[in-house]
């Protein structure tokens, strides 16, 4: 058997120039250039770049899809809340809605009625004491009047037309509450007495009034004109 001389073989093939243009050759070509599967792998193209690797595109892609769409379900979130806190009151039912209306419409009414009780007493008192400055300028200026038919009665100068029109005046005065006191043998009160003499008395135990020279006026607790007695006093004080 004659021996296989490799350096015979390799001279004895045809130029690698002549195989461009053989199908047989380029389709070995186009099979060597492809990529085989599962590898990930390409054949370096013959301007010295190398393809890119679908399977390592793929996988960054689907690692930076979710970075890119992050924000917009933090903003999506925010958005969410909100809507909801604003759309609380929209959450009630017809009846619940109802039912917050006449609760808001009890609160304010409640609210203007305290106001209006309020201003009501405040108008009730000022009235009153406007009516008690008016009775108490008529009484002031009636004193001396009123101080003469005291006199008079006290004297038994009053005949019975005279005593009539003197209790009318006592009647409508007592009508306003105005109050007469100043009468023999009270205690002496120096906030409702005005004592313009004071006389000893062997038998007083205590400071009384002896005599009413002038009665005193007030109204309610407020005294008009305090009444000027004589005094008198225990002996030793």
């Known amino acids: ?6 350096d015979d073989y390799l001279n004895g093939m045809s130029d690698a120039e002549s195989l461009k243009g053989d199908p047989a050759s380029a389709g070995s070509d186009a099979k060597g250039g492809e990529p085989k599967e599962g590898t990930g792998k390409a054949e370096p193209h013959r301007d010295g770049r190398t ?5 390592a595109d793929d996988a960054q892609g689907q690692k930076k899809e979710p970075q890119g769409k992050e924000p917009e379900t933090q903003d999506g979130d925010r958005g969410t809340a909100q809507a909801g806190q604003d759309g609380q009151g929209d959450d009630l ?31 009730l008192k000022e009235q009153e004491t406007f009516r008690q400055h008016g009775v108490t300028d008529v009484l002031t200026s009636l004193l001396p009047a009123l101080d003469d038919i005291d006199r008079i009665r006290e004297h038994g100068g009053l005949d019975d037309s005279f005593q009539a029109v003197a209790s009318k005046i006592d009647k409508t005065f007592e009508k306003f509450g105005v109050v007469k006191f100043g009468e023999k043998g009270e205690d002496f009160d120096p ?9 000893p008395d062997p038998e007083a135990k205590t400071e009384t009034v002896d005599t009413v020279v002038e009665a005193g006026y007030m109204i309610g607790d ?13 002996q030793g004080k």
Do not use: C
Request: glycine share 4%; proline share 6%.
């Open 222 to 234: 407020r005294v008009i004109r305090a009444a000027r007695v004589v005094v008198a006093s225990p």
């Open 191 to 199: 906030t409702r007495h005005e004592a313009i003499l004071h006389k």
């Open 93 to 123: 039912t017809p009846l619940g809605r109802a039912k917050k209306e006449a609760a808001d419409y009890l609160e304010a009414l409640q609210r203007e009625r305290a106001q209006f009780v309020n201003y009501r007493n405040r108008t």
């Open 1 to 6: 058997m004659p021996t296989f001389d490799k």
């Open 51 to 55: 393809a890119a690797q679908p399977g």
